[in-house]
Structure formats: structure tokens, C-alpha cells
């Protein structure tokens, strides 16, 4: 075990920086769908839970048949493993936003109402700022799934901790295993706990 990490650290490090790649390219692309799936359920109740449920539906889907599904039309590596973590994403990061911003309090938005604040102005300037720590708690979530998908991503081609995992499996290598498996559980955690401190300190009525 350490014999191996002596000798392949330099590998071991490269597939992690591309994982990490892998993930937060893929948080970029979630973050800006979500962002305009969620400005357009902001404004119909309807509309919102249709999107959900759509949404849920695709969450159910094992990640493995969503690869499958995609690989005919987008090929395997990259695009296809980004394309299926943004798909994924969609769920856990609306949700979030969504309970975010309907969580905010009543008396608040009426008063902006009554000073004549228009829709979007009421969004930008008083729902996500007060939605801010729901909006952390659904990026936390988000990420720390896909660092667990893509890990599988690399199934496909996509590269990454997976692929060292997947190597050792296929070659029978114990130590490629293990290395594999606690640096992807430690990249997860790692992103867990420092969101959920930024969470924590978006509480309300927490001092600056």
C-alpha cells in the first residue's frame, strides 16, 4: 500500500487533478441550467412540479444505463460522463433552489411587493439572498454526487480516481483498489465538510 503510493503518487495526484476537473466542469454547466430552470419555476407553481417530477424520474435511472443511453449519440469519454452528471444534477440542485425560495418569509416578499419591486427585481435583490443557505446545501449535495458518479464515469473512458479503481479491478491490483476507493470517499468529504461549513455560516441570524 504505501510501497505503491511511494512509487505512483505522481499518478495518483494527476488522476485526482482530473477528476477534480471532471467535477467541477460539470458543476459549472449544472450551475447555469439549474439557474434558468429555476427562474422559469419561479414563476408557476404548475410549472415547477411538472419539472420535478420530470427531473426525479431521470434521478431514478441507474448511472450506468444513463451512460449506455448516451454513448450512441455523444460517444464515450468526457462529454458523455459531464453530459449525464449535469442531467443528474438538475434534480438535486432545483429542488434545493426551488424549497430555497419558497421557503423565504411571506412578510418579506409582500413588503417588497408593496414597494414596487418587479418580479425579477424580487428574485435577484430579496428570494436568493435569503435562499442562500438552502442554495449551498444543494451545491453541497450536487457535488458530493458527482464526485461519486464520476468516479463510475470512468467506465466510459472519462477518466479520473474511476480509472485507477476500475484498473485495479480489472488487473486484480489490491493496492490500486484501495487507492482508488479512499480518494474518491476523501475528495467527497472533503467537499462535504467545507461546504457545510460555508452552510453553517450563512445560518440565519448568524453574525458576520
Known sequence: MIDYIMKHYDDLIAATLEHLLLVLLALVISLIVAAALTILCSYSKAASNVTLGLLSMVYSIPSLAMFALLI?????????????????????????FLAGLENVDESIVEAAVGMGMAPMQLLFKIKLPLAKKAIIAGI??????????????????????????????????????????????????SIDVLLRLLEKKWEPNTPP
Open 72 to 96: 450512441p449519440l455523444t460517444g464515450l469519454g468526457r462529454t458523455t460522463a459531464v453530459t449525464v452528471l449535469v442531467v443528474y444534477n438538475q434534480y438535486l440542485l432545483l429542488r434545493n
Open 140 to 189: 453541497r449535495i450536487a457535488l458530493v454526487a458527482t464526485v461519486s458518479i464520476a468516479t463510475i464515469a470512468a467506465s466510459i473512458n472519462a477518466g479520473g480516481l474511476g480509472a485507477i479503481l476500475f484498473d485495479g479491478l480489472r488487473t486484480m491490483n489490491y493496492a490500486k483498489i484501495v487507492w482508488g476507493s479512499v480518494l474518491s470517499a476523501l475528495l467527497a468529504i
